[in-house]
């Protein structure tokens, strides 16, 4: 062979280990106290697969015939922020290479499907019915909701399953049922603040002997104070939460001085 020669003509696609068309000293095997076996008549050299098919030049003439058949980049897509806003769903899949009499592995199967949850849209009861429903496939770190589809035999069926699951999921979220408007105080699993009776205790000692004319002129809790009484009860007493918690208790009483 000439070394000027086009090597995608002389291997276009992938076959056996042929001596003669390979202009490379390449040997294979192992002889105790002799050099390894030469190319030629190598059965270790034409039983094991090859990717002198592949090789950069054949590459990129397959790119480039590809070329025509291929649209351009949408715009608008440029970084992965962009991305992120337009495809929120991230599908994990693998495939394995591997030297067995099947090319199937059982394990390429496998789906996992992940979102974040302030990807989707939700009111604050769809939201705690969604992650109760979801339950362990929520991560509060990451706030990555995943979900693993891996009993179907083919991939496409698990990638189906996976994306009913968390349409089934979401749906369902919105869903309030006749007993859920006959719930009580007691029957909350957690604390809501304008659910419950601490709205009015606060209520009344902000306007103690005070007597407004209307419900616009009472004075009502601040955002802050909410937000920290329902975190304090929700996730329970800590440093952080207690010292929150009382920063805001002095804002909103216009207490003077340091309080310890």
Same mark, same amino acid.
């Given at each position: 062979m000439a070394t000027d020669q086009d090597w995608t003509a002389v291997w276009p696609a992938p076959r056996s280990f042929h001596p003669a068309s390979v202009p490379l000293p390449v040997r294979q095997g192992y002889v105790e106290k002799g050099s390894a076996p030469s190319k030629f008549a190598n059965a270790e050299l034409m039983k094991i697969p090859n990717f002198l098919h592949l090789t950069p030049p054949a590459v990129k003439q397959h790119c480039e015939a590809l070329k025509k058949f291929c649209n351009p980049w949408p715009k608008g897509l440029e970084t992965a922020e962009k991305w992120k806003n337009h495809f929120p769903i991230d599908v994990v899949t693998t495939d394995y290479c591997q030297a067995l009499p099947t090319i199937r592995n059982p394990e390429a199967r496998c789906v996992k499907l992940s979102i974040k949850l302030t990807d989707l849209k939700f009111d604050p009861h769809a939201k705690d019915k969604f992650l109760r429903l979801v339950g362990e496939r929520y991560n509060r770190e990451t706030g990555l909701v995943t979900i693993v589809a891996d009993r179907c035999p083919l991939r496409k069926q698990n990638y189906d399953h996976a994306m009913y699951l968390l349409t089934a999921c979401y749906h369902e979220s919105f869903t309030t049922e006749p007993w859920e408007a006959t719930k009580s105080e007691a029957d909350m699993e957690y604390y809501h603040y304008d659910r419950n009776k601490s709205k009015e205790?606060?209520?009344?000692?902000? =306007?103690?002997?005070?007597?407004?004319?209307?419900?616009? &002129?009472?004075? $009502?809790?601040?955002?802050?104070?909410?937000?920290?009484?329902?975190?304090?009860?929700?996730?329970?007493? =800590?440093?952080?939460?207690?010292?929150?918690?009382?920063? &805001?208790?002095? $804002?909103?009483l216009n207490i003077g001085g340091k309080v310890k």
């Open positions: 205790s606060v209520e009344a000692i902000l =306007n103690w002997g005070k007597t407004p004319a209307t419900e616009d &002129e009472k004075l $009502k809790a601040t955002n802050g104070f909410i937000s920290c009484l329902e975190q304090l009860i929700n996730e329970g007493e =800590n440093e952080y939460n207690l010292n929150k918690y009382k920063e &805001e208790v002095i $804002k909103m």
